[in-house]
């Protein structure tokens, strides 16, 4: 893959298998933005944040930590 500086990633932090946690790392400069519509919050820098995630349609996928 070509990754090219300033692009917007997003990928799985946590190794393959069963868990309790996942985590995905979203870094960028449309981090915020696709925080926004997953959760429909804005991100505070620093603070974690008690969220569900969103499907496009508004649907609750899950619960979870946004940081």
Same mark, same amino acid.
């Given at each position: ?7 917007? =990633? &997003?990928?799985?932090? @946590? ?12 870094s960028g400069p449309? !981090?915020?933005? =696709? &925080?926004?519509?997953? @959760? ?15 499907? !496009? ?9 946004m940081l």
């Open positions: 893959m070509d990754y090219r500086r300033g692009d917007t =990633i &997003a990928a799985p932090a @946590t190794p393959p298998g069963s868990g309790a946690v996942a985590i995905i790392r979203i449309a !981090a915020r933005s =696709i &925080a926004r519509a997953l @959760t429909g919050l804005d991100a505070r820098p620093r603070y974690a944040e008690l969220c569900s995630f969103r499907e !496009a349609d508004g649907t609750r996928i899950d619960q979870g930590l």
